[in-house]
C-alpha cells in the first residue's frame, strides 16, 4: 500500500531554513506527481509546490524563489528546501502524490502522509 512519511519539520527563526523530506513506498514513484502542502491553524489547506515526473515544477506564489521542490527517484524521496522563512510560513507541512501534476488543488491528491510540523518565530 502506498505509504508517505514526512520529517524535517522544525523550529527556526524568521530568516532561518529548513529542509523537509518525504520517503515513499508502494507505488512507482518515478512515474507520479509529488506535492508539498501545508495547513495553518485555522485556516484551509494549500498548495505549497509539486513535481512531475520530469522534474518539472510549480510553486505557489507565496513560496517563489525562496522555497525549493526535487525528488530522488533513487530513494523515493521528495525534499522541499525552505529558505528565508517567514512567520506565515508556519504550518503542518504534508507531502501527496497522484499520477498526473495538473492540479495543486489538495482535494484531487489522494494518498497523503501524516505531516511535519514547522514553525517560524
Known amino acids: 500500500h502506498v505509504q508517505l512519511v514526512e520529517s524535517g519539520g522544525g523550529s527556526v527563526q524568521a530568516g532561518g531554513s529548513l529542509r523537509l523530506s518525504c520517503a515513499a513506498s508502494?507505488?512507482?514513484?518515478?512515474?507520479?506527481?509529488m506535492g508539498w502542502f501545508r495547513q495553518a491553524s485555522g485556516k484551509e489547506r494549500e498548495g505549497v509546490a509539486v513535481i512531475d515526473s520530469d522534474g518539472n515544477a510549480v510553486y505557489a506564489d507565496s513560496v517563489k524563489g525562496r522555497f525549493t521542490i526535487s525528488k530522488d527517484n533513487a530513494k523515493n524521496t521528495v525534499y522541499l528546501q525552505m529558505n528565508n522563512l517567514k512567520a506565515e510560513d508556519t504550518a503542518m507541512y504534508y507531502c501527496a502524490t497522484r499520477h498526473y501534476c495538473t492540479t495543486m488543488s489538495p482535494a484531487a491528491f489522494v494518498y497523503w502522509g501524516q505531516g511535519t510540523q514547522v514553525t517560524v518565530s
Open positions: 508502494g507505488y512507482t514513484f518515478s512515474s507520479d506527481c
